[in-house]
């Protein structure tokens, strides 16, 4: 039966902070091999300090990169591709937020949050796609979302786009190729501790103690990829216990 020790390889975006370091540190306790990239220098240099062991076992790869220049994505997934020789499992986390009210719009903002949280994950997900459908296994490409992609909420409207705009994609894509054998996954968090979930707290005021914490979104990114073959967990959400 496939299990998860079939899933030796990953390609994670935004794999520095917050969820996405959570799950590349999950994914390297469990012996698999990791490639990601940021865009910010200062979160590389502190990841690979703290990470340097896997560095130098050439368990990790870390590249900076901005998600918003297709150059730049090229790049990351052939330099991943050679490095890991096969991607088992994409994980697409890279993303940004812009809460403010219709009134106060800035529309480069808009367009920016657009530009990482869909035409990033899409261009990503085109590149390596292809890539897997030449391998005859399973493998995944999981997508974070958010329960914000699932009901809008006041000053969230436009976060919620580029939201709903994931799901969309993901059902989509899901259809389109579950005959090459590839799951298509996607994660819907609730406020996380995280720089995004303490940009929306001030304009939700939520006790901290109901917040997530990135380490239970990686538990559960985990597990999803450990499940046999004939198991598709399709969508999931979580939420912290007293509510959002």
């Known amino acids: ?74 790049r990351v997934v052939d330099q991943s591709i050679k490095n890991l020789k096969h991607i088992n499992v994409l994980v697409n986390n890279a993303g940004i937020a812009y809460f403010t009210k219709i009134d106060n719009l800035d529309i480069e903002k808009f367009e920016k949050m657009v530009d990482v949280n869909i ?23 999981l997508n974070i979302s958010s329960i914000a992609g699932k009901r809008g909420t006041s000053m969230s409207e436009f976060y919620a786009a580029t939201k709903f705009a994931v799901q969309g994609f993901s059902q989509g894509l899901r259809r389109e190729i579950v005959p090459e054998h590839i799951k298509i996954v996607t994660v819907c968090p609730g406020i996380v501790n995280t720089k995004i979930g303490k940009i929306r707290l001030k304009s939700k005021h939520q006790n901290k103690k109901t917040l997530l914490n990135p380490e239970d979104i990686a538990e559960i990114v985990y597990f999803i990829i450990s499940e046999p073959i004939h198991v598709d967990i399709q969508d999931i959400t979580v939420v912290p216990f007293e509510g959002i």
Do not use: C, R
């Not at 390889?9 to 091999?33: D, P, R």
């Not at 035409?119 to 490409?141: A, D, F, Q, R």
């Open 119 to 141: 035409t990033g994950l899409v261009y990503l997900t085109s590149l390596v796609v292809p890539h897997m459908k030449k391998k005859k296994g399973t493998e995944i490409v």
């Open 1 to 74: 039966m496939w299990t998860n020790k079939e899933i030796k390889t990953a390609l994670i975006s935004g794999g520095t902070s917050g969820i996405g370091l959570a799950i590349v540190k999950k994914f390297l306790q469990n012996n698999i091999t990791v490639s990601t990239f940021s865009n910010s220098k200062t979160e590389i240099k502190k990841t690979k300090n703290e990470l340097k062991d896997y560095i130098k076992n050439k368990k990790l790869f870390i590249y900076q990169a901005d998600i918003t220049k297709k150059q730049n994505i090229k």
